[in-house]
């Protein structure tokens, strides 16, 4: 543990000195503490500000991506003048600026089976800001086989969840709420169904709020319990979890016992890869469009997605009613298919390819790289 607190740090520290149960004691606690953070998005961005603005001594960063416009709505960390850079980067600016007195570890990988115990297993506390499953299946496991507690965190539209998986403390696992890997397109991204932007804030300060009583050693850890906020109805509930004798990581008979398993090692996304499938990007779907296109341009979004932004004379069918409407479409043209970004119109391709339709394109990036491209759009 550092010894002791230099007077700048007593100084800006102060407010947590004055509450019993924090004091300087507390404030070493935190400064010689380490935490893991999953993803700079939604949920890292805030969690991360307040455990830099608390005085975690060192904040370990994981996420390979760039900072996209788009972000901008939830990810606080990052900034107009950040677009196209690397978020470790623009999040490690902001975390430093916050405060300078913290270390930071950057690291712009993705969280793979192949690196996780490496990257983990030097923190005190793994904190989960990821937004897809297999990574939270990964998280999940290197906490388990490393004893450390796993801070848990997710979101979706309108309702957040968050609770402390950490069976080592007598706690129930991730794979005891969860207990196998939901089928592929299941269950929408916030890329697909979309979140409110100040949802990941409150979900991602919970999330810093459990870190910090952990390091503290104060108040009650909500092991075996799954906090649940639903925000349009202002309501938080609680609902137990237990640990599950059948789970295959932290039961009885453990049958997980690597971190490369069916579900770590799963696509991080839905898209579904065929052989068989072709695909088109959005340029050369508009010199398609442009060109007396005489087949068939097909939007499989949902209808409030179709109704803010569409592309002149695509047929809209949802994905869900697909399957039930293949009739409406010619086996003898040539159909295109999009949807915002690929995924659900790649899974729409394979439904067409198995019921005998051979003419079908994937649209690569969907409606969200047509726009970025500046190609115009109509609304209902």
């Given at each position: 543990m550092p010894n002791?607190?230099?007077?700048a740090e007593t100084l800006r520290y102060s407010r947590h000195l004055l509450i019993p149960g924090v004091g300087k004691e507390g404030q070493l606690r935190l400064k010689g503490a380490s935490v893991l953070m999953i993803g700079t998005g939604g949920l890292g961005c805030p969690a991360a500000l307040y455990l830099a603005a608390a005085g975690v001594g060192r904040l370990g960063l994981i996420d390979p991506d760039t900072v996209d416009v788009s972000?901008?709505?939830r990810q606080i960390l990052h900034g107009?003048?950040?677009i196209g850079k690397p978020k470790l980067d623009s999040a490690a600016s902001r975390l430093r600026e916050i405060n300078p007195y913290i270390t930071l570890d950057l690291h712009p990988v993705r969280f793979t089976p192949e690196n996780a115990r490496s990257i983990a297993e030097s923190y005190d506390i793994i904190l989960d800001g990821s937004d897809n499953f297999p990574t939270r299946f990964l998280a999940n496991d290197t906490a388990f086989f490393l004893k450390k507690?796993?801070?848990?965190?997710?979101?979706?539209?309108?309702?957040?969840q968050v609770t402390v998986f950490a069976p080592h403390l007598g706690g129930p696992c991730y794979r005891c709420l969860l207990p196998e890997l939901p089928a592929p397109g299941s269950v929408p991204s916030c890329n697909e169904a979309g979140v409110l932007g100040v949802l990941p804030g409150i979900i991602g300060s919970l999330q810093a709020m459990e870190t910090i009583k952990l390091i503290l050693g104060t108040g009650k850890v909500p092991l075996g319990k799954l906090t649940v906020y639903d925000a349009l109805n202002s309501a938080f509930r609680t609902l137990t979890l237990r640990r599950d004798p059948h789970c295959r990581l932290c039961g009885d008979h453990p049958t997980v016992h690597d971190l490369s398993n069916p579900e770590t090692l799963a696509p991080?996304?839905?898209?579904?890869?065929?052989?068989n499938m072709d695909a088109i990007t959005t340029t050369e779907l508009r010199e398609r469009l442009n060109s007396n296109f005489q087949g068939i341009l097909l939007d499989v979004r949902e209808q409030d997605e179709y109704d803010i932004a569409h592309i002149e004379g695509s047929r809209f069918i949802p994905l869900g009613t697909l399957e039930g409407r293949l009739g409406e479409l010619p086996k003898d043209k040539e159909i295109l298919i999009h949807c915002k970004s690929g995924r659900r119109s790649a899974r729409a391709a394979e439904l067409l390819l198995a019921n005998g339709f051979a003419d079908v394109k994937n649209v690569s990036g969907g409606i969200d790289a047509w726009m970025q491209e500046g190609s115009p759009v109509s609304s209902a």
């Open positions: 002791g607190l230099s007077p972000n901008l709505q107009e003048s950040w507690p796993l801070i848990y965190g997710a979101i979706h539209r309108f309702e957040g991080a996304y839905c898209e579904i890869p065929s052989e």
